[in-house]
Each structure stands twice: as structure tokens, then as C-alpha cells.
């Protein structure tokens, strides 16, 4: 009877160290948050407001009297409406461009940049590393010729190639493959 006793002792003993072993561990070493599970999307649309103007679709420049083909997407804003970062990456162009007024490109790796024409004021410099969705201007040009209502123009450079913003803003890691195919159709590069 005691070595019973003695037993049920032991194995409380056992299992109050087991629980207080396994509490400190959670207590001290919390679990981390996995980045895959809360990084779905490699962009992000960078404006709120509707899109006014696809890619690829044509329009008059007014000012030369030319028709041309848009390279990226219009989104619809208001005067200092706040413009964020599509993806993480390096600022590599502030300035000026002549078609659509003060403009901010952001270069995301070695192949792969995104442009915002028709700002108002930047809150970045060439260098500046910038995560996904932080601030990095804001809307109240009417520089770009493409529309006449105040706007953004963002757009999304492959290689040298211009790729439809949509179709990129649609990409969602957690339903796909990580690895994303391009492949070249009519003098343009596409997601399969």
C-alpha cells in the first residue's frame, strides 16, 4: 500500500515538473509569427479610389495632339489623398517626369519597379528603403494627360516591360505558387 502511495507521489511530482517545464517554455519562449502566413500579396493597391483608366487602353494627349497606349492604371483620388509603397523596396527616381508631373519610382528588386505620376507632394528620397503600404506621397497633380480628373498613375515595370498593374494587384501568395511565371505574348510580358 505505501509503494502505492509512494507511486501516485511520484508520478504528481513527475507531472507537476512536465507542466511547469512546458509552461516556462511557453512563458519564455513565445511562438513566433511565421511572415508567409501574414505576407499574402507581393503589391498592394497603392490608392483607395476606383480605377478610371486601364492598362493598355487608349486615350488623346490633348496637349500633342496623339493618341497613346496607357502603361499602367489610373486610380481615381482626391486632392492629398495619401499614395503607399505597392511593395517593399528602394526609392530609385523623385522628380519630375514630363508626362506625368512629379513622380516616384520604387525599384523592388533587379527586374521589377513601380511608378506613381501625378503626385502632389513625396515624403521620400532616392536611397529610402520603403515597406509595403508606408506613405510615400500623396495625390493633387493633374499633370497626366491620360485623364482630367485628379488621379494617380501607378504603374509596374518588368525588365524593361510594362506590366498591367491589375493583374499584378492580383497575385495572392496564399492561393498560388510562390513562384510567379511571365512569360512574353504580343510584345508584352504577362502573368500565367
Same mark, same amino acid.
Given at each position: ?135 510615400? %506621397? ?48 504580343? %510584345? ?5
Amino acid at each position: 500500500m505505501v509503494k502505492n502511495k509512494f507511486s501516485f507521489s511520484s508520478s504528481l511530482i513527475i507531472s507537476a515538473l512536465i507542466f511547469l517545464i512546458l509552461f516556462s517554455v511557453f512563458l519564455f519562449f513565445p511562438q513566433k509569427i511565421i511572415l508567409a502566413d501574414s505576407f499574402k500579396r507581393p503589391f498592394i493597391k497603392p490608392a483607395d479610389g476606383e480605377i478610371i483608366v486601364g492598362f493598355r487602353q487608349e486615350y488623346l494627349d490633348i496637349e500633342k495632339n496623339v493618341k497613346r497606349k496607357h502603361t499602367g492604371i489610373d486610380i481615381a483620388g482626391n486632392p492629398g489623398d495619401i499614395i503607399f509603397a505597392a511593395g517593399n523596396g528602394m526609392i530609385s527616381y523623385c522628380g519630375i517626369s514630363p508626362i506625368g508631373g512629379l513622380t516616384v519610382v520604387i525599384k523592388h528588386n533587379d527586374k521589377i519597379r513601380s511608378t506613381y505620376l501625378n503626385l502632389n507632394s513625396v515624403c521620400v528620397s532616392p536611397g529610402d528603403k520603403v515597406k509595403q503600404g508606408e506613405k510615400i %506621397g500623396t495625390i493633387g497633380s493633374f499633370d497626366d494627360p491620360s485623364s482630367g480628373l485628379c488621379h494617380l498613375h501607378f504603374g509596374i515595370i518588368y525588365d524593361e516591360y510594362y506590366l498591367d498593374p491589375e493583374g499584378v494587384l492580383g497575385i495572392d501568395y496564399s492561393s498560388i505558387s510562390r513562384f510567379i511565371v511571365l512569360k512574353f505574348s504580343e %510584345g508584352d510580358y504577362v502573368i500565367e
